[in-house]
């Protein structure tokens, strides 16, 4: 199955600043499901994208799945101490399959 | 969050032991999945379970053996693990029609020596 990259592995951020992780494919992607893990937690779904040109915002948090469907994006406005943690993009190939990337560490300088 | 439950949360044991992981899920999903994560690679898929029937073996090692006796249990039967083979080991569970989210539990923290 195709490869999901994601960039960049480490971000690190004064609290306030913005934040954003990007998702990138040589393939079209069918959809993408973005994910978020605290440290020592387990990843918890944030969101699904499927159209061409998607965006989609949660309070802080604004999601977009590009035109061409072969990228996608996580943005915070201002981040805070509870945004902590990895962000992982993810896609569902065939059913079932979902293959992820490898995940953006986020920490953050209070 | 007790939708998806693992048991133990953390195990240390020998190259010749055997063992048993467990997942239940309590969301009356019909899909289960078993993923590893490690340090330094990308969560990997494991295994896919959809009604019961195995649905994915994505090349996994035979020292990993998958059981699900029904919908709502899946156990990972782990025997002379390599120490390479330490990683988180997440379970989760989905409505079983297809492209849907995916419900984690806490994992099980493997440590192989």
């Known amino acids: 199955g195709q490869q999901v990259m994601q960039i960049p592995q480490y971000q690190h951020v004064q609290e306030g600043e913005d934040f954003t992780t990007y998702c990138n494919s040589s393939?079209?992607?069918?959809?993408i499901q973005w994910y978020k893990q605290r440290p020592g937690g387990h990843p918890v779904f944030l969101i699904q994208?499927?159209?061409?040109?998607e965006v989609k915002k949660q309070k802080r948090l604004t999601f977009q799945f590009g035109e061409a469907k072969k990228n996608s994006s996580l943005h915070i406005t201002a981040t805070q101490t509870t945004d902590v943690g990895t962000y992982f993009c993810?896609?569902?190939?065939?059913?079932?399959?979902?293959?992820f990337g490898q995940g953006t560490r986020l920490t953050i300088n209070p | 969050e007790t939708g998806v439950t693992q048991t133990p949360r953390h195990l240390v044991m020998g190259m010749t032991n055997k063992k048993s992981l467990k997942c239940e899920q309590h969301?009356?999903?019909?899909?289960m999945y078993w993923y590893k994560q490690s340090a330094k690679k990308p969560l990997e898929l494991m295994f896919v379970?959809?009604?019961?029937?195995?649905?994915e073996n994505n090349s996994v090692p035979s020292r990993f053996s998958p059981e699900c006796p029904n919908s709502s249990h899946l156990f990972l039967h782990l025997h002379t693990l390599q120490p390479e083979d330490s990683a988180l080991y997440l379970c989760?569970?989905?409505?079983?029609?297809?492209?849907?989210?995916?419900?984690f539990g806490p994992g099980t923290r493997l440590l192989v020596l």
């Open positions: 993810a896609e569902i190939q065939g059913a079932q399959k979902l293959v």
């Open positions: 393939t079209t992607l069918s959809n």
């Open positions: 994208l499927v159209k061409s040109g």
């Open positions: 969301l009356g999903h019909n899909a």
């Open positions: 989760a569970s989905s409505g079983g029609r297809g492209k849907e989210t995916q419900y």
């Open positions: 379970y959809n009604f019961k029937e195995q649905t």
